[in-house]
């Protein structure tokens, strides 16, 4: 179980789903209450239980599980978490709520768009709607002894996206608004959906960058300095990477062909591509991430 301490009341865990490490982590706040920042999937909540046990954390002095958004990888474990949980609410976007109380649909998608990797993340169980507490934009959750969490919404990688922003030690958790960290190649990825919207996630970036942060707290994974730095680096990589496959769209070129240029053109991309050739995940990044913009230009138009 793989823990580090960011302070003195903030910790996170690797969640390590089917043995998968080094990928999605869940942050642990402990003020008078303990709030959970992304909850991860159902098929890691096992790990997650465990980490509260090696903390010393007490399942019934959980007050919040606070999820950026509802994807499985996220949000998707939240209710099956919260029957360990007796005093735990969840905190998630107005427009997730429903697919939190019901989410057959968001499963059934998941599956369609995921395949594999949404077995390896284990199907969402509801969650009941007394439960939960909608995340408004500005709003602040209060955990005592001087530590306060602002909701800040941020739209584009999903409709249904917040940020969550320490007040007193000026982290962001950014959830997929600021992309993907790794830390070992010291680089960021975009993480960028068939329903992404390009314009709004890059207003949402700069949202973020303008709390002028110390500290990005990625579920995607792990912390990082320089955040103001690397928020205004993934803008202009998402831009490089919309503007290359424009170009290709714009001369009917395939998919493949989109890939190379963005490795040709992106040294993270290059690095990454090197990496992650195996990975159970991140195997086909490139693939998910392209058609995210492909699907963006057809909605919107060739820029």
Not at 153 to 163: F, P, W
Request: charged residues 25%; contains cysteine.
């Amino acid at each position: 179980m793989n823990i580090e301490k960011i302070n003195d009341y903030t910790f996170m865990i690797d969640l390590n789903p089917k043995g998968i490490g080094k990928f999605i982590s869940s942050y642990i706040l402990k003020g008078e209450k303990t709030a959970i920042i992304e909850c991860g999937p159902t098929s890691s909540v096992e790990n997650l239980l465990k980490g509260l046990e090696k903390l010393g954390i007490k399942r019934e002095e959980i007050g919040y599980v606070m999820v950026s958004h509802i994807h499985l990888d996220h949000g998707g474990g939240a209710g099956a978490l919260l029957k360990y949980l007796p005093n735990a609410r969840l905190i998630v976007h107005p427009k997730g709520l429903p697919h939190m109380a019901n989410p057959q649909k968001l499963w059934s998608q998941s599956k369609q768009v995921l395949g594999k990797i949404a077995e390896i993340y284990g199907e969402p169980f509801p969650v009941p709607s007394e439960r939960m507490i909608p995340a408004e934009d500005g709003m602040n959750v209060d955990l005592g002894d001087g530590i306060s969490i602002r909701v800040i919404e941020t739209l584009g990688h999903a409709s249904h996206h917040v940020s969550y922003y320490d007040l007193k030690n000026e982290i962001v958790f950014p959830g997929d608004t600021a992309g993907i960290y790794i830390k070992d190649l010291n680089i960021i990825l975009p993480t960028t959906p068939p329903l992404l919207v390009l314009d709004k996630t890059l207003e949402s970036i700069e949202k973020l960058a303008r709390l002028n942060p110390k500290m990005l707290c990625y579920t995607h994974f792990g912390p990082a300095d320089a955040a103001v730095e690397k928020l205004r680096a993934y803008a202009d990589q998402l831009r490089l990477w919309a503007s290359i496959v424009c170009e290709c769209l714009k001369k009917n070129e395939d998919l493949e062909a989109m890939k190379e240029r963005i490795i040709e053109r992106d040294s993270a991309a290059s690095l990454a591509a090197k990496h992650f050739g195996n990975h159970p995940i991140m195997s086909d990044m490139f693939t998910r991430d392209i058609q995210g913009f492909i699907a963006y230009f057809e909605r919107y138009g060739l820029k």
